[in-house]
């Protein structure tokens, strides 16, 4: 075999000491291998320090200590040590190594099979948007970001942007949510689109926020919304597909449970006070902090809005209501976010997840757009934040210049089913498999053996090629590394004859076969 051959098939022995270069494959920029540390200098040196150095080590006559003349030698170029970078990825970010991967697309294949039974068609959009996209919010624009005109919903929602200039002087953002992108396609597509329209889309969001368990400043996001259809059947649907997708991956209603209320319930309050429906947005935004925050900071927030205290204790007094029953008792059963209320839960009885809802009137979620009944899935001993939340948003459309489309949908993240999955000891084991691992016992077999995985791979298969010359102890390894089911050798005896040898790794049978009737 040459020198060059050996070297080909052999990586060791193509070891050089000539700077490599690869190509990025996004700038296809010609880029250098980083130098080995014991190659480099510890420090930076000029070329007028060099030559001090060389003039301090001259003696007698011009003779260096080394024995050679002044000037011998040529000064070094300049070297500088190459710092290492950190290796870990930006604060609140991840990688995804195989082995995460897998669970990434085991999770991704599970909300996409769902949005399939329930007749969902996939979108997708740009992950970086306009930056006005998402700081309008109830009608209101941003018009000045250097004061604090804003309402503090949008403010709040602002300093969470990963925003920018670009360089052709455009406010960008990574987008923090889907549903503002959905509204501008909707808009861009018009009367082209026939309505109801059921999308679902899968995507990664970007906030920058205090991290804790199960919340990130990336994360990926399930969403399905539904547009063109006022009636409550339509947020009935979106409760009953998530509660498909928890069955799928094996939550129950014992684990589980969904919150739900409706925006209109804390309007009709509002409205017995005369409160402005300018501060409907405000007010929201505290009673979302009803969990999280002291009640009495709770009170403080909503005094300052302008509400009286009487408003205050009747508003307080409503949230803490639990029961539709109750509800009616005191609003009445004329009024809209009743009536809504108690179809959604007829309609969860015919669904069949009656046992999974629950009313709850403290839930208003945080986003300025909803509009009526709002709801978000919980973890019912109550160890992790919300698993997921929707509603329904008639009126967002119409903040970006469009004309208004009754809507609802949902938002569902990657990160807090995981932590529940591990809670549960549910998360599953998604190990690396192979159908064929092949494998040449000879250096001039190896094109052969690519023949053997090429066929294979035309047949659906998939497999594992060898791509240079190892002791079988090894491929052994890696065939149960790989969950490989079978291994295919080729060597010379048995290829002379057209053959090639088979094992199958579950049950130790081997046998020769030839090419063309290997399956």
């Known amino acids: 075999m040459s020198p060059l051959s050996s070297s080909l098939l052999n990586p060791r022995l193509s070891f050089s000491l000539k700077p490599l270069f690869l190509f990025s494959q996004s700038s296809f920029a010609p880029r250098k291998f980083q130098i080995p540390r014991q190659f480099v200098s510890a420090k930076r040196k000029t070329f007028s320090a060099l030559a001090s150095e060389q003039s301090s080590a001259t003696d007698n ?18 070297v500088e040590e190459v710092q290492r970078i950190d290796v870990n990825p930006p604060k609140g970010t991840r990688d995804f190594p195989p082995e995460d991967m897998r669970l990434r697309t085991w999770l991704f294949n599970h909300f996409r099979e769902v949005s399939r ?22 009608g209101e624009e941003i018009r000045d970001q250097t ?11 602002y300093v969470q942007l990963y925003c920018f200039e670009d360089r052709g002087n455009r406010r960008v953002a990574l987008r923090p949510e889907l549903t503002p992108s959905l509204a501008r396609l909707v808009i861009q597509k018009g009367k082209s689109l026939s309505l109801p329209l059921k999308w679902f889309a899968i995507g990664q969001c970007w906030r920058y926020e205090r991290m804790t368990r199960g919340r990130r400043r990336e994360h990926y996001q399930w969403n399905m919304d539904i547009l063109g259809l006022p009636e409550v059947t339509a947020e009935a649907e979106l409760i009953s597909s998530i509660v498909a ?12 449970g969904f919150k739900v209320s409706s925006r209109k319930v804390l309007q009709e309050v509002l409205r017995c006070y005369s409160v402005p429906e300018n501060l409907f947005a405000k007010v929201c935004i505290i009673i979302d902090k009803i969990e999280k925050i002291p009640i009495d900071e709770i009170k403080r927030e909503l005094n300052a809005t302008g509400l009286s205290e ?9 949230l803490s209501i639990k029961s539709l029953t109750k509800l009616e008792e005191i609003l009445g059963g004329a009024g809209e976010a009743v009536a809504d209320l108690k179809e959604l839960f007829s309609l969860a009885e015919k669904f069949g997840y009656s046992e999974w809802i629950q009313f709850d009137a403290s839930v208003v979620r945080g986003l300025a757009y909803y509009t009526g009944i709002v709801f978000e899935g919980f973890d019912r001993k109550g160890k992790l934040r919300a698993i997921c939340g929707g509603g329904r948003y008639d009126r967002l459309l119409s903040t970006f210049g469009g004309d208004d489309v ?6 569902f993240g990657d990160a807090v089913i995981v932590e529940l999955l591990k809670e549960k000891g549910l998360l599953p084991e998604l190990n690396l498999e192979v159908d064929n691992i092949v494998c040449a016992l000879d250096y001039d077999l190896q094109g052969v053996a690519a023949e053997v995985a090429t066929k294979l791979r035309e047949k659906g298969q998939s497999v594992d090629l060898v791509l240079e010359i190892k002791p079988l ?16 050798l080729v060597g010379n005896t048995e ?19 030839k090419l063309d009737e290997l399956e």
């Open 61 to 78: 006559g011009g003779r260096s200590g080394g024995g050679g003349r002044s000037g011998a030698l040529s000064p070094s170029p300049v």
């Open 117 to 138: 039974l329930f007749g969902f068609e996939e979108v997708d959009y740009p992950v970086l948007e306009s930056e006005a996209l998402f700081i309008r919010k109830a």
């Open 147 to 157: 004061k604090f005109s804003m309402t503090v919903a949008v403010f709040h929602f």
């Open 245 to 256: 997708f928890f069955k799928r991956i094996g939550i129950t209603e014992s684990d589980v």
């Open 310 to 318: 009487e408003a205050i204790e009747e508003l307080l007094q409503v």
């Open 406 to 411: 009754p809507a609802c949908g949902f938002g």
């Open 473 to 488: 102890k090894w491929v052994f390894k890696r065939a149960a590394r790989t969950n490989a089911q079978r291994l295919v």
């Open 495 to 513: 290829w002379q004859q057209g053959m090639v040898g088979v094992k199958i790794l579950s049950s130790g049978e081997q046998y020769e076969i």
